[in-house]
């Protein structure tokens, strides 16, 4: 379950002959000495904050936090590999951001090494007991979204730690258990509430209603933990302090999985049907990435992604696959005041964003008729790659006008010799997640998007049964599957709730490579549900077809579709845009767009990271 690249193999065969580190102390950084120390405090939650992109020479980690990118940093100093520093900075994003990802959830990682690119799956599963009425209510139809949300109904079985645990074992250099120090101590520490865990707990609607999480967040008189405020979780602590010593089987077995199943199937009024034996048979996969060429100013490169349960591969592949065969190679940025706030900056012009927004009218199109577990779902024509086939990506662009009319919403095409029995799934909201990009010294690579799926997950904290203060939330990873399991002439929905099955993902953690000499060229991805999909193919675009840094890339507006409306970052495309969209048909929405990249470029001098201006996050390496 690989993709070979053989320029890889050198920098494997010099990593192999290195010495393996032995041990790792982590110290807490100190705010006046911490690297990058003029952000380690993060911004809010809105607005933009420029950052400059951040230079190395040996490695490099992207994390959605200042102290999680620190504790990543710390384990690559120490010799860690990109594995080990991963599952550090995971387990301070459990701590320090818990409303995004972490050990209660799950999470996709792309990893390359030696001449192979590996997939592994760590997505959330549906409990046995569960069906595909899961999310139907009394009166016949599907709940309402928030209704399905929040409670026990929602929470998947967890397998961002067993994935991480696999992955360990054939890549880690540091022992397991040390990785999980800088979590525990800043838990038991505490660590400074950030402005924007602060902004998102004064509008959360639902967490109160959980005690555990109430009296963690929330101060008696019901507002939130101040920022700044230093918050500490004696029961993360002991939770994390079981998993370094006993594995992941601390987490799925046992008090704390107990713990879990007592809370999903014990909430008064939702409860859910995750079971002991759901948690304890958990496995993670190791899957064959999606790897695509592409051709981006006069350059060849391989663009490797997540498979099915993930959308997010195919539809980034079937977007720039699409655009590769419309005008669009022959636009560039223009000037206008919609880039980085107060300043004139690049931003895409409204005839390019005209075959943007329709090419990914067309991939989300093919995203809701096609994709979803690949263990219960067949690919068309017998091949997930059969999307991505040149000639149904030009077969697909012929529908596009390249000045207009939109298409407005585009019909699924038939990629393969054999047409899908299934219905298109309706629109349904997704939410969430964090991503992390690490290359490490010895010439490994990893893109891996986490979550818990909606903010703050399914609303449900356990202190896993170690009676302390804190603990970890519960994802609600099952409302990412179909609330409608058939269309009204009852053909079923491909990405329905099946038992065991994995909800389809928008997750896209991508790795890319020169293709002729296979040389690792860059690792992102991005948190923001369905829009992540339009998060990574804008940075993929703006760094392989317009020669943007990946800091200026990250920082362009956001924009896409999910085959309705145009949607437009707002106040970042000036008003002669958004009207020569109208002037097109679509149908234009200017909202937030509040994405968090991370990406980290090989440079000739090492490596170029940048982090989203709109969030926390932080580039740090040597």
Partial sequence: MRHAFPALA??????????????????????????????????????????????????????????ATDAGYQVLKAGGSAIDAAIAVQMVLTLVEPQSSGIGGGAFLLHASGGKVEAFDGRETAPAAADEKLFIGADGKPMAFYDGVVGGRSVGTPGTVRMLEMAHKQYGRLPWAQLFAPAIQLAEGGFKVSPRLNTLLKGEQHLKKDATAAAYFYKPDGSPVNVGQTLRNPALAEVLRQIAAKGSS???????????????????????????????????????????????????????????????????????????????STLGLVTGSGGVPGTVAPTPSADWLHLYTE??????????????????????????????????????????????????????????????????MPDQPEYGTSHISIIDGYGNAIAMTTT?????????????????????????????????????????????????????????PTLVFDKSSGQLVMSGGSPGGALIIHFTAKTLYGTLNWGLNAQQAIDLPNFGSLNGPSILEEKRFSPATVEALRSRGAEVREQTMTSGLQAIQKTPEGFFGGADPRREGLVLGD
């Avoid at 060429?293 to 997540?306: E, P, V």
């Fill in 250 to 328: 601390a987490l799925l077995e046992g008090q704390v999985a107990q713990a879990i199943v007592a809370k999903v199937q014990g909430h008064a009024s939702n409860p859910g049907k995750l079971a002991l034996a759901d948690l304890a048979g958990y496995q993670p996969k190791k899957r064959d990435p999606i790897c695509t060429d592409y051709s981006a100013a006069g350059k060849a490169y391989r663009l490797c992604g997540m498979p099915p349960p993930s959308s997010g591969a195919i539809a980034v592949g079937q977007i720039l696959g699409i655009l590769n065969n419309t005008p669009a």
């Fill in 10 to 67: 050198a920098t494997a065969l010099l990593a192999a002959c290195a010495s393996s580190p032995s041990s790792f102390t982590y110290q807490v950084p100190a705010d006046e000495v911490a690297r990058g120390a003029k952000y380690m405090q993060p911004e809010g939650s809105s607005g933009f904050t420029p950052k400059p992109g951040w230079a190395t020479k040996k490695f490099a980690v992207a994390a959605a936090n200042p102290l």
């Fill in 359 to 424: 090419a990914s009218r067309l991939a989300f199109a093919d995203r809701g008729q096609y994709l979803g577990d690949p263990d219960f779902v067949q690919p068309p024509g017998g091949s997930w790659m059969s999307l991505l086939a040149p000639a149904y990506l030009s077969e697909r662009a012929r529908l596009i006008q390249p000045t207009g009319p939109s298409m407005k919403t585009a019909k699924p095409g038939v990629p393969g010799a054999v047409k899908t029995a299934y219905a298109p």
């Fill in 452 to 508: 818990i799926e909606d903010q703050f997950g399914s609303r449900l904290m356990t202190d896993g049964g170690t009676g302390k203060a804190g603990g970890f939330l519960l994802n609600n990873e099952l409302t990412d599957f179909s609330f409608a399991p058939a269309d009204a002439e009852g053909k079923p929905v491909a990405n329905r709730v099946q038992p065991g099955k994995r909800p389809r993902s928008s997750m896209a």
